[in-house]
Structures are given as C-alpha cells and as structure tokens.
C-alpha cells in the first residue's frame, strides 16, 4: 500500500467505531472523488477546532458563545438537562420533546480509569444551579453502571437545592415485555406511569 494511503487507513481506523477493513474502504473512496472534495474534506476537517469551541454555560460545541440553545428565549430557562456527550444533546433535540437548557459534562464517573467529579463539568453544573436560581435538573445519563453512578452523585449534590428528575427507563416500544431483561424489567415498574381518566 502506498504510504500516503496506509496513513490515511492508520488515521481513519483511530476513529471510534472505525476498523481497519473499513478505514481502508474510506481512504480508497476519498482517493477515487476528484481532489476538490478530498481539499475540502480536509479543510473542514482542520477548521473545527479554529471555528468551534465550548459554550461557557452548557458546554456544548458552537460557533457562538453562548450557545444558540442558551441564547433563546423561548425555551425554559428555570430547567437543566444534564447529558453525558454533545451527541446526547443532539438526540434529544431531534425528539423535540424538551424545551429547556442543557449541561454537558462531558464524561460520566469512573473511578477505574481515573475519571472522579473534578475531571468531569459537576461543580459548574452546581455552580450553574446556585447562580441561575434553576427549578430542576433532569438527569438523562445512560443506565450504564457508571451512568448510574454518576446520577447518584449529581442526586446527592444538588437533592437539597433544587428538584431533580431522572430519565425514565423501560419496556422499548415494540417489545414484547416477556423477551425483556430483569433490569430493564424492574426499571420499567419502578417509572410506571399513572394515567388519567379520559373526560367524558
């Protein structure tokens, strides 16, 4: 393989979800576009970091500090929603079910690899809190064993300031509630639902 092309695979495989077999496919298909495309991959490549930097309130990626979400006035100001990864913010946009302000934390809890509250945004999420006189903070971080954790330890620090929520786990639309696993089971009764009866 050319050197040219072998760094581009070795470049190319280092991105997550991205193997060798499938790097090499990338590379060959960017080496077959004519060279405009392949120039302007790599410029927008190298104009992220020059063009995009972190919201000083949620930590959210944008060209603007603060962020267009941050900035707007229609959306609910008095309520947070704490997220593990920007591509989290992302997929509960695309809901459209939540109307109201983000925190990023970049990172959940893992005292195995070395990763406690201060490498993570917790204290500028508590910072946040006191300073902004919030209502409620909605915890959406996976059901992982560490993204359980984390929510445990966001709930111990801010249960005495403010109301927080946690996103509710169970039963896949779609899914037959035999096939399901215990956990997800239990978590599925633990966040039943009431309804109410349907007026006449």
């Known amino acids: 393989m050319p050197k040219a092309l072998a760094?581009?695979?070795?470049?190319?495989?280092?991105?997550?979800?991205?193997?060798?077999?499938?790097a090499t496919r990338l590379a060959l298909h960017i080496l077959?576009?004519?060279?405009?495309?392949?120039q302007r991959l790599a410029a927008d490549i190298a104009d992220l970091h020059g063009s995009i930097k972190l919201c000083r309130n949620c930590f959210a990626f944008s060209e603007d500090d603060p962020c267009a979400i941050c900035t707007d006035v229609r959306r609910n100001?008095?309520?947070?929603c704490v997220v593990e990864g920007?591509?989290?913010?992302l997929a509960i946009e695309k809901t459209g079910a939540f109307?109201?302000?983000y925190h990023i934390l970049h990172g959940i809890l893992s005292p195995m690899d070395g990763i406690g509250?201060?490498?993570?945004?917790?204290d500028a999420l508590v910072e946040r809190v006191k300073k902004h006189h919030i209502k409620e903070v909605?915890?959406?971080?996976?059901?992982?064993?560490?993204?359980?954790?984390t929510a445990s330890y966001i709930f111990e620090r801010l249960a005495k300031m403010v109301s927080v929520s946690r996103l509710a786990c169970g039963i896949?639309?779609?899914?037959?509630?035999?096939?399901?696993d215990e956990h997800t089971l239990s978590r599925a009764i633990e966040a039943r639902k009431y309804e109410e009866p349907s007026p006449l």
Do not use: C, N, W
Not at 172 to 180: E, S, V
């Open 117 to 122: 509250p201060a490498e993570i945004k917790i």
């Open 7 to 22: 760094h581009l695979v070795s470049d190319l495989s280092r991105l997550p979800g991205i193997g060798p077999k499938t």
């Open 172 to 180: 896949p639309m779609g899914m037959d509630i035999k096939y399901a």
């Open 86 to 89: 920007p591509g989290d913010l």
């Open 77 to 80: 100001q008095q309520i947070i």
């Open 32 to 38: 077959r576009r004519p060279v405009a495309e392949a």
């Open 138 to 149: 909605f915890i959406a971080t996976s059901s992982t064993v560490p993204g359980e954790a």
């Open 99 to 101: 109307q109201g302000l």
